[in-house]
């Protein structure tokens, strides 16, 4: 569910061309001039560290333990103390580490004042070197040969648009990190909802959105290679073989390229060699135990709140509004919090881990579709392994360093744009996201005419507003009563600052535009909005912003009206998960 697509060099007879934005003149359809240009193309791959590898060999990159930098288990993790002081992370000088940001590759910023503000990540050493009980070194991260198979994670895309794919993303590097298995990156493929590239294709991958490379290199405990990687060095070899008959199967035709092809008999040969478990996000909470060897514990902790053993009624997740349970709360009650009306615990133990070699996650359009936040599925006994889990999502699944380029001009010529016809003005800005087209077709309560969306946002954003407006709307004629009172920006105004960059940035560039806007107004049941939203909670850590300890987001609001203020108070996780994010996904994430 996303707002790509939107803008096309040609209109219909109903369409109109967005006005123009010039910061030299006071005139709306002057064009906008860029002090911002770049001679290199902006969404060439950077030359990484050396130290950051591709994968070599059958088994990922190789981690070297013999000079103390190694990983850490976990009770070594756990044990491991952080000077955080008031939750304050110790940052570490690594060229493996992902940075604040580098825009010089990309046509600027060049002034680290006008790109800081976007950076809400952090890196954090004893994060980097965290790994799962049952992550296996000798296995999953050596070079040499071992008498144990290495354990792979294999996925498929989800066939819908970009921000559900990033959601069964998240999921799953999680779950790979969780589970001690090498994770296998699905083929390129076209994606469902998007604008094509600069080249016409809409095939995607995720080493196009984030920077995998570095993410390989810098955490222990993670190793992340390609299909192509996969069957070169595992299935064409004959090392996976028939259930039923024992003998080596091979991939169709032995092929190991399948990007941008049909899918279907790949993945039906994958299904041959792998276990796909039915986990059903609807029905359970899957949990991972604090040590490997030792679960039993909560199916029996499932069983107590099942049979209100402790006198509580079953929990509902209502209980927990404006009280959120501490992220260091003991097991069960961090539990209790996340249920939301699901009556079965899900477990992933040893005795899976040490039988399948190959897990297989699969994206059909049912039940066990993983298409929610990972924080609403995803559980973890102990509680510095949940909250380093949140952070990796934050600190390292971030949009690569071109999309954030592009936003931070962005951001900075509607600032100066903004302080140049309100000279009172500190360069605030609002936002709103507004999702039409097919999506009012599937929910259709969020279908809303203009005068509607007027009347939902002008108490919390002031007439005469400059307001970024991101839609899938393509008749902007519709936006004509809005104008009327305020100061509407497109994408469309951007002009030459958009020639030459992948415009399927434009999007996830709009994304990080509007969660640093004053007031956030998006649409609920929108993947796109409630990312924003997510953005906008990270901030609010980082910066400190009035709510943050609670969770609460104080001017991020969702249209129709009955969900305006749903971010305005803590609220535990509840279905349906993906129409919103949550504060658990921020709040307190970096306790220690």
């Known amino acids: ?35 911002f240009h770049s001679n290199s193309d902006p969404y060439q791959q950077t030359q990484k ?22 990983h850490l288990s976990s009770d070594q993790f756990f044990n491991t103390k952080n000077s955080m002081g008031n939750h304050q992370s110790n940052t570490i000088a690594d060229e493996e580490m992902r940075p604040g940001l580098q825009c010089a590759s990309y046509g600027g910023p060049h002034s680290e004042e006008e790109y800081s503000e976007l950076v809400y990540w952090q890196n954090i050493a004893s994060d980097a070197t965290f790994t799962s009980p049952y992550y296996n070194p000798q296995v999953q991260g050596s070079q040499v040969a071992s008498p144990h198979r290495t354990k792979y994670l294999l996925f498929e895309m989800d066939r819908s648009g970009w921000n559900n794919i990033r959601l069964g993303f998240e999921n799953m590097v999680l779950l790979a990190h969780s589970m001690g298995r090498t994770l296998v990156l699905p083929p390129k493929r076209q994606i469902t909802h998007g604008m094509p590239d600069i080249h016409g294709s809409k095939t995607i991958s995720f080493d196009d959105i984030y920077d995998i490379k570095t993410i390989n290199a810098k955490q222990n405990g993670l190793n992340i290679i390609s299909m192509e990687d996969f069957l070169k060095h595992e299935a064409v070899n004959g090392n996976f073989h028939s259930k039923a008959t024992g ?4 991939p169709p035709n032995n092929r190991v390229d399948w990007n941008n092809q049909n899918l279907d008999p790949l993945w039906s040969y994958i299904s041959t060699i792998s276990r796909t478990f039915n986990w059903s996000p609807g029905q359970c909470v899957l949990a991972f135990p604090a040590k490997g060897n030792d679960d039993q514990h909560l199916f029996s ?51 899976m881990h040490a039988e399948n070699d190959v897990v297989h996650i699969k994206a059909e359009e049912n039940e066990h579709r993983l298409i929610l936040p990972f924080y609403a599925f995803l559980f973890w006994e102990d509680w510095r392994q ?9 600190d390292n699944l971030v949009y690569n360093d071109a999309i954030l380029c592009l936003a931070a001009r962005m951001v900075n010529t509607i600032r100066d744009y903004v302080r140049q016809h309100s000279p009172e003005n500190d360069g605030s800005y609002d ?64 002009g030459d600052m958009l020639k030459g960059v992948n415009p399927q940035y434009f999007g996830l560039a709009e994304q990080i535009i509007s969660s640093r806007s004053r007031v956030f107004f998006g649409t609920y049941y929108s993947t796109f909005s409630a990312y924003i939203v997510r ?51 921020w709040r307190d994430i970096d306790k220690f």
């Open 301 to 351: 902790m499932m069983a107590d709140v099942l049979i209100e053993k402790d006198g509580r009624p079953y929990p509902n997740y209502s209980e927990f509004q404006g009280k959120p349970v501490n992220v260091d709360g003991p097991t069960i009650e961090r539990f209790r919090e996340v249920l939301a009306g699901r009556r079965k615990i899900c477990l992933y133990d040893s005795k």
């Open 535 to 585: 953005l906008r909670g990270y901030y609010s850590v980082k910066e400190n912003q009035p709510g943050s300890m609670s969770g609460a987001l104080q001017n991020t609001y969702y249209l129709p009206a009955q969900w305006k203020k749903d971010m305005s108070i803590y609220q535990a996780v509840h279905a349906p998960f993906f129409a919103r994010e949550f504060p658990i996904a």
């Open 386 to 394: 949940q909250l380093f889990a949140f952070r990796f999502v934050r």
């Open 1 to 35: 569910l996303n707002s790509f697509g939107k803008f096309s060099s040609q209109t219909s007879n109903s369409d109109v061309q967005p006005a123009t934005l010039n910061l030299h003149s006071s005139h709306p359809g002057g064009s906008m001039q860029s002090s």
């Open 49 to 70: 560290s050396s130290q950051q590898q591709t994968f070599q060999g059958l088994r990922g990159k190789s981690i070297d333990t013999s000079s103390g930098s190694g």
């Open 431 to 494: 936002a709103i996201h507004i999702r039409r087209r097919d999506f009012q077709s599937q929910f259709t309560s969020t279908k809303m005419s203009a005068d509607a969306i007027l009347a939902g946002i002008q108490d919390e954003i002031h007439p005469g507003s400059t307001i970024y407006v991101t839609t899938d709307e393509r008749d902007l004629t519709f936006f004509e009563p809005l104008r009327e009172v305020y100061d509407l920006k497109f994408i469309g105004d951007f």
């Open 247 to 250: 003998t080596a199967i091979y």
